[in-house]
């Protein structure tokens, strides 16, 4: 597929036009009066609530009744949220700490190492600035970083960053620890359910699930008022394990139709149901629509961990959520076919899952 081996337009970094000190953003990053931060009538900010934050120390534990709780805790934040916060996760702190650092230095190293590893469409691994490659689009406040993780025959460790020097061993053992996470959410997700604890993981593919690292690079703007670091999306793959800057806010989840900025606890790691996992559960669990905002006083980084069936593994209802009742709702695909569609449009809201529902025409 042609468009997706080169960017439609000359790469700019954020980074570079935030660190120029200009006044007014460029007019490639205003959004449409409707989709700015905080202007679109019915879509207000609700500042009173926020994600449920959940302690997982008892997951899986000796204790039956502590563990139920958990359980029951996580099938709720599932069902009424999408979104959710998770402490004693079992993953160290000093290791999320040491990760983030790394990255933080990562970006704030001069243009010329970064661009090293500048990224292409067709895989997105690597230094990037745009999602999508429809020429002329509306582009978001924000560089990244995308990287493969899993399965192992797709991690290329000489696209990691070689500098810092600790990052490459860093994102191994990071990637490992936050693997495990997803394991055991994966099983709370199956049970909750009523399917077999291991149903989800299969339908993963097992031992050769996907996983990949997107690290977030929001500068400082300018006009925080025209922009988004990231526009609505929800996101297309299985579970989303975030790790959020630790003292600026950014990420806000849509919920009854009005935002919700997410107040990160310390040390918690923000969970999201991603496309995939609407898709097998039925639309039992939904993804959640989310958005990134910028301000003009400190940039942010933040770790996105996505976590993945096997790329050519067709997707589809469990078969014990589907009854005459309940018809399945989504026609079977592969990940990867799912994954192209986004990659050659950029994020947009929840339409790309919904435009999967059996009843409409196929986007393909
Ligand atoms: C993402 C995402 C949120 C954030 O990378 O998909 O939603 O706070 N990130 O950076
Ligand atoms: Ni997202």
């Known amino acids: ?197 291991n149903y989800l993981q299969n339908a993963f593919g097992g031992d050769d699930v996907g996983a990949c690292l997107r690290v977030n690079f929001y500068p400082k703007c300018p006009q925080p008022e025209l922009t988004l670091g990231l526009s609505p999306h929800s996101d297309p793959g299985g579970i989303t394990v975030l790790l959020p800057d630790h003292d600026v806010t950014g990420l806000q989840v849509r919920n009854n139709g009005k935002w919700i900025t997410v107040k990160s606890v310390p040390n918690a790691f923000i969970v999201n149901v991603g496309d995939q996992i609407q898709v097998l559960s039925n639309a039992i669990y939904k993804s959640v629509e989310h958005r990134v905002i910028v301000n003009s006083e400190k940039d942010r980084v933040s770790l996105a961990f996505f976590y993945n069936p096997k790329s050519d593994l067709l997707i589809q209802p469990a078969e014990e959520l589907v009854g005459a009742d309940r018809p399945a709702l989504y026609s079977p695909m592969t990940f990867e076919e799912y994954r192209i569609y986004i990659r050659m449009n950029g994020p947009r809201g929840k339409i790309q899952i919904e435009s999967l529902k059996s009843n409409r025409k196929s986007p393909f």
């Open 1 to 197: 597929m042609n468009s997706l081996l080169s960017w439609p337009e000359p790469v700019v970094r954020v980074q570079s036009l935030s660190e120029n000190g200009i006044r007014t953003i460029p007019g490639q990053y205003i959004k449409p009066i409707t989709d700015r931060p905080e202007l679109k009538p019915g879509s207000e900010i609700d500042e009173h609530v926020d994600i449920p934050v959940i302690d997982l120390r008892n997951l899986f534990g000796k204790d039956r009744a502590l563990h139920d709780e958990t359980l029951r805790r996580i099938a709720s934040a599932c069902e009424d949220w999408g979104f959710f916060q998770v402490v004693n996760h079992g993953v160290s702190h000093e290791l999320m700490k040491r990760t983030r650092d790394a990255w933080r230095e990562f970006f704030d190293s001069p243009l010329e190492s970064k661009q090293l590893y500048a990224n292409s469409p067709s895989t997105y691994e690597g230094y990037g600035s745009r999602l999508g490659v429809e020429k002329g689009a509306i582009l978001d406040w924000c560089d990244y970083f995308f990287l493969n993780f899993l399965p192992v025959v797709l991690r290329n460790e000489s696209k990691w960053p070689a500098q810092p020097t600790s990052c490459r061993e860093l994102v191994a053992e990071y990637g490992a620890e936050v693997t495990k996470l997803c394991e055991r959410l994966l099983k709370a997700m199956s049970m909750n359910l009523e399917l077999q604890e």
